[in-house]
Nanobody, 124 residues
């Protein structure tokens, strides 16, 4: 099983980034997928979740209206479009999978699979 995040980088405040998470080794379309982030010196923060077929999405208040989660089950890939980025969005972003369709967990142990993370840095 592998979840491989990509698309992170350094961006100025107000900019955009699109994260991707390529999944392999399990039936991607059977799992809800989430993004969780962890800023330096802070605990993990749940960001967003999308259900198995993409019909339901959930967002943390801190990103609602700025971030959009989506998935392509044909490509086994999860996405996070991040617009209007702020310095407080700086964190290591992880993708995670769960058989719970409404999973909004922050902690790794509550998910079935977890990626290695991609760094997002937003400069002011």
């Amino acid at each position: 099983v592998q979840l491989l995040e990509s698309g992170g980088g350094l961006v100025q405040s107000g900019g955009s980034l699109r994260l991707s998470c390529a999944a392999s080794g399990f039936t991607f379309s059977s799992y809800a997928m989430s993004w969780v982030r962890q800023a330096p010196g802070k605990g993990p923060e749940w960001v967003s979740t999308i259900n198995w077929i993409g019909g339901r999405t959930y967002y943390a208040d801190s990103v609602k209206g700025r971030f959009t989660i989506s998935r392509d089950n044909a490509k086994n890939t999860l996405y996070l479009q991040m617009n209007s980025l702020k310095p407080e969005d700086t964190a290591l972003y992880y993708c995670a999978s769960s058989l719970v369709g409404w999973a909004t967990y922050a902690n790794r142990e509550d998910y079935d699979y977890w990626g290695q993370g991609t760094q997002v840095t937003v400069s002011s």
